[in-house]
């Protein structure tokens, strides 16, 4: 019988004849699916549509494996790949270099003074030299001490920071000054002139910056999010930027994408907005499959896989 492999996306033919020299799958994207397409046979996924739910989440199903092609996998139906013993797995750190140079590229021009160069310019207006300030002099705290959190401390020491780090129990992680464990956050956002999110979205993390997080802030602190939309509050987020609670945020996912071009955000003088793309990496499709590849090779040989495997409780 032949099983399959169902891509929400296309993928060149050398990676595709890669994985069936592992295993004899047929490999099919989402826009060719043929009317009489035996989804009774579909064993992997690669990547997730709502609309395969009520055709592989099924007790007759055949799935066994969903590879995200995402790190976050909160918007996957979690409860149910448990409930059907689905394996998952996701892209942790495919992204961290580029989510790295992302947020490097705007601590830089936030500190050199390149965001309000930007501004004066478009009004043709040449204006005072602002503040001017070194990454070594900043209490820079990283939300989130992952493969991209800890890329980015790396990266960090080579400026002389000592960057914190912020993880669940507190361990210790390499590249970073100093870590705490989450409960502590409240205590060390007061302390901190940038304060960076990283984490995945969970029950615990769901609005983790809210109007009392922004509260304990200093005036000049700047605030960025690369990690998921709905850990941060935006409505008093907004306020906090609005009423200069905080002195500056960076944005590149929101609650809700894309950002409606009405949205109160569009007209703060005070904040960078990004459509989301902070994790675009050249040449995805290589490194995605040599995720995807060593687990199909392990998958085939073991049933089990050896990366990026998510830990379906803990949604990470």
Not at 85 to 111: C, D, P, Q, R
Not at 283 to 288: D, E, G, I, N, S
């Amino acid at each position: 019988m032949t099983k399959y492999i169902l891509s929400t996306r296309p993928f060149r033919n050398e990676f595709i004849r890669q994985a069936k020299e592992i295993a004899p799958y047929e490999f099919v994207t989402a826009t060719e699916i043929p009317t009489n397409f035996d989804w009774q046979s579909v064993e992997i996924t690669i990547g997730w549509s709502k609309d395969w739910q009520d055709k592989l989440l099924i007790p007759t199903s055949s799935l066994k494996w969903v590879q995200s092609i995402s790190a976050g996998v909160d918007t996957l139906p979690l409860e149910l790949f448990a409930k059907h013993n689905v394996y998952l797995s996701n892209t942790s750190g495919l992204h961290a270099t580029s989510i790295t140079e992302h947020l490097l590229a705007i601590l830089l021009m936030k500190t050199r003074g390149i965001l309000d160069a930007i501004k004066n310019q478009e009004e043709q207006c040449w204006a005072e030299v602002p503040t001017i300030q070194n990454l070594q002099d900043l209490r820079i705290l990283i939300v989130g001490t992952g493969k991209i959190g800890q890329e980015l401390a790396k990266l960090l020491t080579f400026f002389q920071t000592k960057p914190i780090g912020i993880n669940t129990n507190g361990r210790k992680i390499e590249h970073f000054a100093e870590t705490y464990a989450l409960v502590d956050l409240a205590y060390q956002a007061q302390k901190a002139d940038v304060i960076i999110n990283i984490l995945p979205l969970t029950d615990d993390t769901y609005h983790l910056y809210d109007h009392d997080f922004f509260k304990t802030m200093k005036t000049t602190a700047t605030f960025i999010n690369v990690g998921r939309g709905p850990s941060v509050d935006t409505t008093a987020l907004y306020q906090a930027l609005r009423e200069r609670q905080i002195g500056f945020a960076a944005l590149d996912v929101f609650e809700e994408e894309p950002l409606p071009s009405e949205h109160p955000l569009w007209k703060l003088d005070n904040l960078l907005i990004t459509p989301h793309f902070s994790g675009f990496t050249p040449h995805f499709q290589k490194a995605f499959m040599q995720i995807f590849l060593e687990n199909l090779a392990s998958f085939t040989t073991k049933g089990s896989l050896i990366k990026n495997v998510v830990n379906i409780r803990s949604g990470y």
